[in-house]
């Protein structure tokens, strides 16, 4: 029975939660609803919407717009020393930096630490971040110099996993979550006596942020929310109330004391990403803070993957934007002092300058969906220098010459001194304001005298249509004078009209007596003539067909002729060619018997030249064995070149044969190729 009724209180409870959750809180959450986005560059200090404040504190706050990616929802929590900032729970990702004072951050549910209870003591020049639905408090020391505890904080909604809901503002307050449940269903949650539900339930509002005591005497409400959340995130290992727990050691980064970017006479710049605060990771969101010195400047740079969102926390100083798409905005210039707000989108370059009687010093939240590296335009970082000097001078049409005088006295990078800047910026706004000025006065006058101009058009017009009027009526009596002299014209018009009309119709009546009679007559008349054209016709298409048939036969017989004519032809042809091919065959014949007729004498004249030459080598053998040793070699030697002789003749008649011979075997082929084609055709 207990565990069904602990099962319904279960589900119950978590029903209402989510009812709560999304309903909001009364005060603060209705506020941070009901806010305005600012869509203009800078916000001043004095343009914030008070939240919540009372004697311990205030929160205030104000949403700002780069104009292209949404709206940034900052907040300005102020808490004078021995306060306590009220426990809450995030919907959004929490950004802050520690303006002043000090104190400590407690939280619960952490990505990671969820049964752990995180504490921070927190400095000047602190940063850090809270993961949406991380419970935490704030609360301020009490120091000797009672200095407030000021931090300065943006909220981002989470987008890692995909899911991006609207949000109710940034948080909830843990007591509005909690005595949004009836006492019945608190008792049995808390298992406390009715008469302390009572108590909390007749308690007065609390403003976000009271008195920093916590009694440790008693059980008190603090505590009850502490075990109200226990349950709800599921865990009994902790209080987040207790000191005596055990405390997650987390790692701040102090933008103060930690390493600098970028540091040189005319001031020092640090940027805070994932690497150096790991309470970053997962997010899109960083922290930086540039401190200019007298008569300095951030140089002109731009961001191509972040939108800065600025807050100035000393001095004042001059800012310069300059649009990039040339449609969609304006080139800006406006002065920022301590607390004031600016905004500059991606892609916009911009300058920031100190007066020469003052610093600037001002922090900010990046916000970019990856690594954002600032683009420089001047110093010795300017992305100038790495293009060639041939393609800026035709850029800027000007010589070689000017962009090297231009580009090599650059020796300072990032931060530069600048003299009387911020000054000059000053009076150029200025006069643009006052031209601005002079350009509404010039706009309400020609307002003016554009007004004046159309009354005196007006009375004109009025008295052009009153004269136009007493025309038209003057014109409408004439013209009703006329249409009674027409009428009177048109009567007697119509009476003599009738009258021609009815003799019209007699003439018109016998004059179709006589048409109908002539018909009549040319009617027979045709109907003969169409009779005796038929009987002709006929005649003419008999005759036609018999010329048309004999025409017919005489062309089959012609065509015949023509089909037995032209095959007579082929058959002599036929003939004619045969007897050509038997023809050729014989001179082939002849030829080759000739052909071989000739090789037949070439090898009995070689025959008879061997015979010979062997009888004159016989005798000169003999003439050489009766001569001396000289002469016989003499002879050898003339007998082995004529033998050489001999044989190099014997090779070219052979190779004059065979080529002989291939020719015959060719023509062979080629004639016996054209039998076949005769055969075949």
Same mark, same amino acid.
């Given at each position: 029975? $207990?565990?069904?009724?602990?099962? %319904? ?37 004095? /343009? ?61 549910? *952490? ?18 971040? %809270? ?87 008693? $059980? ?11 349950? %709800? ?103 920022? *002092? ?95 304001? *006052? ?9 309400? =006058? ?10 005196? /058009?007006?009375?004109? =017009? ?37 009258? *021609? ?48 048939? =004999? ?6 017989? =012609? ?7 032209? $095959? ?21 014949? /002849? ?74 075997? /060719? ?15």
């Amino acid at each position: 029975m $207990k565990k069904g009724c602990l099962s %319904l209180f279960i589900l119950c409870f978590c029903l209402l939660l989510s009812i709560i959750i999304s309903l909001g809180l009364k005060n603060v959450t209705a506020a941070l609803n009901d806010d305005v986005v600012l869509g203009s560059s800078v916000v001043k200090k004095e /343009e914030r919407r008070a939240f919540s404040s009372s004697e311990n504190g205030e929160v205030t706050g104000v949403k700002v717009s780069d104009g292209r990616n949404g709206s940034y929802h900052l907040q300005f929590i102020t808490m004078e020393p021995n306060a306590l900032f009220l426990p809450v729970i995030l919907h959004d990702d929490m950004l802050f930096y520690v303006h002043s004072g000090s104190g400590r951050l407690s939280s619960i549910g *952490e990505d990671g630490h969820e049964d752990e209870t995180i504490r921070l003591d927190l400095q000047k020049g602190d940063v850090y971040r %809270l993961r949406y639905g991380t419970v935490f408090f704030i609360e301020s020391n009490l120091e000797d110099e009672r200095q407030k505890l000021r931090i300065y904080s943006i909220f981002a909604t989470p987008n890692d996993d995909g899911i991006q809901q609207p949000s109710n503002g940034p948080y909830s307050s843990i007591r509005d979550m909690l005595l949004g449940f009836d006492e019945k269903i608190l008792q049995a949650a808390f298992k406390v006596p009715e008469e302390v539900i009572e108590e909390l339930k007749n308690g007065a509002t609390q403003p976000l942020i009271v008195h920093g005591v916590l009694p440790k005497s008693t $059980k008190t409400f603090w505590e009850i929310e502490a075990q109200f959340f226990k349950g %709800l995130m599921g865990s009994r290992k902790y209080n987040m109330f207790d000191d005596s727990n055990k405390k997650q050691k987390t790692k701040l980064f102090n933008v103060l004391t930690g390493n600098r970017d970028v540091e040189n006479c005319n001031g020092w710049s640090t940027t805070v990403t994932r690497k150096n605060l790991k309470a970053l990771k997962g997010s899109d969101m960083g922290i930086f803070m540039v401190n200019l010195t007298k008569g300095s400047m951030m140089g002109p740079h731009w961001n191509p993957m972040a939108t800065e969102i600025s807050i100035v926390v000393q001095g004042h100083g001059m800012v310069r934007v300059v649009c990039s798409s040339g449609k969609e905005c304006e080139n800006s210039r406006f002065r920022v *002092e301590e607390g004031d707000v600016f905004v500059v989108p991606r892609f916009h370059p911009m300058a920031q300058m100190s007066f020469n009687n003052d610093t600037l010093v001002f922090m900010g939240f990046s916000t970019a969906s990856g690594t954002n590296h600032p683009q420089f335009l001047a110093g010795k970082s300017s992305v100038l220098q790495t293009l060639e000097r041939e393609v800026l001078a035709t850029s800027f049409n000007v010589t070689n010459t000017t962009i090297d005088q231009l580009l090599a006295p650059q020796s300072e990078s990032i931060i530069l001194e600048c003299t009387s800047c911020a000054e000059e910026e000053d009076r150029m706004m200025e006069e643009e304001v *006052e031209k601005e000025r002079e350009a509404a006065r010039k706009r309400e =006058e020609e307002k003016k005298r554009e007004e004046e101009a159309r009354k005196r /058009e007006e009375e004109e =017009e009025a008295r052009r249509r009153e004269e136009e009027e007493e025309a038209r009526r003057e014109e409408e009596k004439k013209r009703e004078r006329e249409e009674e002299e027409a009428r009177k014209r048109e009567a007697e018009a119509a009476r003599q009209k009738e009258e *021609e009309k009815r003799k019209r119709e007699e003439e018109e009546e016998e004059e179709a007596r006589r048409e109908k009679e002539e018909e009549e007559e040319a009617r027979r008349k045709e109907e003969e003539k169409r009779e005796k054209e038929e009987e002709e016709a006929r005649k003419r298409e008999e005759e036609e067909a018999r010329q048309k048939e =004999e025409e017919k036969g005489k062309r089959e017989e =012609e065509e015949e002729e023509e089909a037995r004519r032209e $095959k007579e032809e082929e058959e002599a042809r036929q003939i004619e060619e045969e007897k050509r091919r038997e023809k050729e065959e014989e001179e082939d014949e /002849e030829a080759r018997q000739r052909e071989e007729e000739k090789r037949r004498r070439e090898e009995q004249e070689e025959e008879e030249a061997r015979r010979q030459k062997e009888e004159e080598e016989k005798k000169e053998e003999e003439e050489e064995e009766e001569g001396e040793e000289g002469e016989q070699t003499e002879g050898r030697t003339r007998r082995v070149e004529a033998a050489r002789e001999e044989a190099a003749a014997g090779n070219k008649k052979e190779r004059g044969r065979q080529r002989n011979k291939k020719k015959i075997e /060719e023509k062979e082929k080629g004639k016996k190729a054209k039998r076949e084609l005769i055969k075949m055709w």
